[in-house]
């Protein structure tokens, strides 16, 4: 079936974005085979949302590829392709209890999934720290997410911050946009890489002082000037255009 014929022309750009966050992933090595997930929200009155079709590598995901569904997982428009129910428990919880939260990423990376197991978290020790830092929330390891019980309680620990650490499980960020909810990745993860990298030295690290953090929030606004993730995000997908722009069919 040709997809791009049967949706509107803001479904199909809701598509061509996040399967760009898919290959993106891919492109700096975040992926975990076709382990985790990232879901958009189709534009429009109904609840339905995008996400990967379970089996496909990210690097090889498409625009069309893309599988329609409901909170419930449910398929809503013709597809030859599954989904993971244990992933979208996770991104129909986000969803379902924040409208503005239209793209959700879930990863696995080394780093992410290493910083959750320290009791203490994400340590205020880099720049890169720092952003997340303002509004990041911790969620306790609860096993395989299949309860759908769990969902309650993610919401509650998750409240109104765009960043989580899911304890002995990996990285999740949500924002009204692909390109705000990559970038929100993007920094979370180099914070994790920097301070797993520090902690190898094994001396004694240096904090940022606690009255440089409470002044971030203005600092963040200037240096991304107002446009949150969209000041990267055309340059990500001229990257990608460049490797394979197979993404966008």
Same mark, same amino acid.
């Given at each position: 079936?040709?997809v791009?014929? %049967? ?13 760009a ?9 975040? =992926? ?5 997930h990232?879901?958009? +929200?189709? !534009?429009? *009155? ?23 569904? =409901? ?8 597809? !030859?392709?599954?989904?993971? !129910?244990?992933?979208? @428990?996770? &991104?129909?919880a986000? %969803?379902?209890?924040?409208? =503005?939260?239209?793209?959700?990423? %879930?990863? &696995?990376?080394i ?6 197991c ?5 340590? *205020?020790i ?12 911790? %969620?306790?390891?609860e ?9 309650? +309680? ?7 911050? &765009? ?5 002995? &499980? ?30 190898? /030295? /094994?001396?004694?690290? @240096? *904090?940022? !002082?606690?009255?440089i953090? /409470? ?6 606004? @200037? ?9 990267a995000?055309p /340059?990500?997908? +001229?990257?990608?255009? +460049?490797?394979? *722009?197979?993404?966008? @069919?």
């Amino acid at each position: 079936m040709d997809v791009k014929s %049967h949706v509107t022309a803001e479904e199909w750009a809701a598509r061509t974005d996040l399967a760009a966050a898919y290959r993106a992933v891919a492109l700096f090595g975040w =992926d975990d085979l076709v382990f985790t997930h990232i879901s958009a +929200r189709v !534009p429009g *009155p109904g609840h339905h949302f995008l996400i990967n079709p379970y089996g496909m590598f990210f690097e090889e995901i498409t625009a069309s590829s893309l599988v329609k569904i =409901d909170l419930h997982g449910n398929k809503v428009m013709e597809s !030859p392709y599954e989904i993971n !129910p244990a992933g979208f @428990t996770i &991104h129909s919880a986000v %969803h379902e209890a924040r409208d =503005d939260a239209h793209c959700v990423i %879930h990863l &696995h990376t080394i780093e992410g999934v290493a910083v959750s197991c320290q009791k203490q978290g994400l340590l *205020p020790i880099s720049q890169q720290a720092l952003y997340p830092l303002m509004s990041l929330a911790y %969620h306790d390891y609860e096993g395989v997410a299949l309860n759908p019980e769990e969902k309650a +309680r993610l919401v509650r620990d998750l409240g109104d911050k &765009h960043s989580m650490i899911l304890r002995n &499980h990996g990285l999740l960020t949500c924002a009204a946009s692909v390109a705000d909810a990559f970038l929100f990745m993007y920094i979370l993860q180099k914070a994790c890489e920097v301070q797993i990298r520090a902690q190898s /030295g /094994g001396v004694e690290l @240096t *904090p940022v !002082p606690a009255q440089i953090l /409470g002044g971030m929030s203005q600092a963040a606004k @200037t240096v991304m000037r107002n446009a949150g993730g969209m000041l990267a995000w055309p /340059g990500i997908l +001229r990257k990608l255009d +460049r490797k394979d *722009p197979s993404w966008r @069919t």
